[in-house]
């Protein structure tokens, strides 16, 4: 495909009048086309950035080689918060009218890399969580209370007996997600959660210690199967799944937050003669509560998705408060303008803000989910459901997913977690299938996975920065990453060393032969697959969502490669794991991806810059020795059946009572 120069420089020379005059032109064409070669932005929207950024902790309780034809011959990488209410004014911010990029100062001399001391900071958060640590009942029962603010559930003893037994790491803040997620549940009628659950059309049924499910799809029976391994502990109850792969919960903050205050004030630490340490029985679904009816769901199947998750950010948030975007058939705006609060110095500092695209308006346009998802039903009535994954304005409670509990060869790459550290190539692996949402002709430039594709090909690399090509869905890396081989224009021939990504299928809209897509086939071929104990050979490890989260992300944890995560989703376990410590972050836009490159791998060329393989090394092994700690089957049951007990307690019309207190006797 013949493309042209951004900008046709061809002019006649100056007349006599002088000189001055044409110094000014030739001034603004190179600004012109500097700006083409670094931003390749053909259609940015403007975005006011006169709102806060949230946190998304917890509230604290109130008591104790790639797929692309080539195109030249080129040598071959909150505002979201349901479960809290902020309690802080929001900080205000600079209005910046179009998110132009700053090349960020330097740092001084003999500071270091950033990410030297992103790793630095990791490896002293996970020593202070350490210290957190529980070894006995009465420790993990005082540790509830500090930071929940009420009793632990009736079977707290025997759940904690179960963690014991099966060798769990025990620290409080690993359930932090279960208390995001059933928060606000305690604004909500007990009666209607239980009606809500059992009339729900997909669901697991627990009576007298057994689980049941009338539903055969896949996903149903696998949770089934986790949840009847520990069925002897579980009290009655009923849980309605979300079999789809995008979440569907969306109730408005406003709502969450009210429902979030009413969860504050059923908060008390009553007299421990007074509490009752037994669940309810309850009938066969079809005869619960009789006199009540659920609610219409008036389930939302057309529209933006983007239009509907942000009902789930602040009222006062960018998200909510920018432009729309209506035409994605162009090129994508990229850009550094929204990433101040969870970046610094062009890398990820708050991964957990990273998710959170309440902040970041310009998400809208760069990912699948948000530009047309494959599939939607959404609902703002806030109701009980269980899922896998969600975003963070969505309102389900989060199970372990199912291929996680499932253990697939294609998402754990079997038995074989990989070779020794320095027996792997220093390579990029990436395959995948062109998922994200549903890909079309006028919309699959913003999606995220053939954002990742194109911007790791060395070929479409070397023709953007020779000026060759505009590039049709990724910018070059930014001035403030100060990449070596980007000066010495040689950023493509780098990246062909050591990337090898691409499609397996396209994921057309209308359905082609062999995988191929006769509206992306100008810029992506489609490769041969490779299984995922094969990419364990490499030692970098992309990860980057599908249609929802990834599922391959807790079998790249426990392998011996290195994991580099860039996600909008929240997950059961985002509680248990440590950014730069057991992974690599990686923003959505993945404008750092190479610069993190540059770190681990260094640039032998005019400027040497040193790599950083013992820091890879160390993240990699250390995720590895970590996972088999925390993400194993045994820590899916422990914290499920941890999740179930507090759910069945929220299930009780005696709720304000129900608790554990023998430590207190």
């Given at each position: ?564 995560k860039a996600t909008i989703f929240k997950e059961w376990h985002d509680s248990r794991l440590v950014a730069w410590k057991h992974f690599v972050p990686m923003d959505n836009r993945f404008m750092d991806f190479w610069g993190i490159m540059e770190y681990f791998l260094g640039y032998d060329g005019k400027r040497k810059v040193p790599g950083h393989d013992k820091q890879a090394e160390k993240i990699a092994l250390d995720g590895q020795d970590w996972a088999n700690k925390v993400l194993r089957k045994e820590d899916m049951q422990i914290y499920t059946l941890r999740l179930l007990l507090e759910y069945a307690r929220l299930n009780d019309d005696r709720r304000d009572k129900l608790g554990w207190v023998q430590d207190l006797l």
């Amino acid at each position: 495909m013949k493309v042209s120069s951004p900008v046709k420089m061809a002019f006649p020379g100056p007349p006599r009048r002088g000189l001055s005059r044409y110094l000014l032109l030739a001034i603004i064409l190179v600004t012109v086309m500097y700006y083409y070669r670094n931003s390749a932005q053909s259609a940015a929207l403007s975005y006011h950035t006169s709102d806060y950024l949230p946190s998304i902790n917890l509230p604290k309780p109130d008591t104790a080689q790639g797929s692309q034809k080539p195109v030249d011959s080129v040598p071959k990488g909150s505002d979201a918060n349901p479960g809290s209410l902020p309690t802080e004014k929001p900080a205000e911010a600079p209005i910046v009218e179009k998110p132009i990029d700053k090349p960020a100062p330097e740092a001084p001399a003999g500071a270091g890399h950033p990410i030297d001391r992103l790793i630095d900071d990791a490896q002293k958060t996970f020593d202070e969580l350490m210290k957190k640590q529980s070894n006995d009942l009465n420790t993990a029962a005082a540790e509830y209370r500090k930071r929940r603010g009420r009793h632990p559930p009736p079977g707290f003893d025997t759940w904690y007996a179960f963690a014991m037994e099966n060798g769990a790491v025990m620290v409080e803040d690993f359930f932090d997600q279960i208390y995001h997620d059933l928060g606000p549940y305690w604004g909500l009628a007990p009666v209607t959660i239980r009606k809500e659950a059992a009339e729900y059309e997909m669901t697991i049924n627990i009576r007298n210690h057994n689980a049941s499910a009338a539903s055969g799809w896949f996903w149903t029976q696998i949770w089934l199967n986790m949840t009847q391994s520990i069925q002897h502990l579980l009290p009655d109850m009923d849980l309605p799944l979300n079999a789809m792969d995008e979440p569907r919960i969306l109730a408005p903050w406003e709502e969450i937050s009210a429902l979030m205050v009413k969860e504050r004030e059923s908060r008390n630490m009553i007299d421990p003669k007074e509490v009752i340490n037994e669940f309810q029985k309850l009938p066969p679904p079809e005869d619960i509560d009789p006199g009540t009816r659920s609610r219409d769901k008036s389930w939302e199947t057309e529209g933006s998705y983007w239009n509907l998750a942000i009902r789930g950010c602040r009222p006062d948030s960018l998200a909510r408060r920018s432009a729309r975007q209506a035409d994605f058939s162009v090129t994508p705006s990229i850009s550094l303008a929204h990433t101040s609060e969870h970046m610094e110095q062009g890398y990820v500092k708050n991964f957990t803000l990273s998710t959170d695209f309440c902040h970041q308006p310009d998400l809208q346009g760069l990912h699948g989910m948000m530009i047309e998802p494959l599939s939607v039903s959404s609902t703002h009535v806030f109701s009980p459901m269980f899922g896998g994954s969600k975003l963070p304005t969505n309102n389900e409670i989060l199970l372990p997913a199912p291929m996680y509990w499932h253990g697939e060869e294609r998402f754990t790459g079997g038995n074989d977690h990989g070779a020794p550290w320095s027996e792997k190539k220093d390579k990029v692996i990436w395959r995948g299938v062109a998922t994200g949402g549903r890909n079309k002709e006028t919309n699959w430039r913003g999606f995220q996975r053939h954002r990742f594709v194109a911007m790791t090909n060395g070929t479409q690399v070397t023709g953007a920065e020779s000026w060759k090509l505009v590039p049709e869905n990724f910018a070059l890396p930014q001035s403030q990453y100060h990449l070596a081989a980007q000066e010495e224009s040689k950023l493509g021939e780098w990246i062909g060393g050591w990337s090898d990504t691409g499609f397996v299928d396209m994921m057309c809209h209308v359905p082609e032969p062999n995988g191929t897509c006769n509206y992306t086939s100008p810029y992506f071929e489609v490769i041969s697959g490779m299984k995922m104990a094969d990419q364990f050979a490499r030692k970098y490890l992309p990860d980057i969502d599908g249609n929802s989260f990834s599922g391959r992300y807790r079998g790249f944890l426990m392998s011996s490669s290195l994991p580099i995560k860039a996600t909008i989703f929240k997950e059961w376990h985002d509680s248990r794991l440590v950014a730069w410590k057991h992974f690599v972050p990686m923003d959505n836009r993945f404008m750092d991806f190479w610069g993190i490159m540059e770190y681990f791998l260094g640039y032998d060329g005019k400027r040497k810059v040193p790599g950083h393989d013992k820091q890879a090394e160390k993240i990699a092994l250390d995720g590895q020795d970590w996972a088999n700690k925390v993400l194993r089957k045994e820590d899916m049951q422990i914290y499920t059946l941890r999740l179930l007990l507090e759910y069945a307690r929220l299930n009780d019309d005696r709720r304000d009572k129900l608790g554990w207190v023998q430590d207190l006797l």
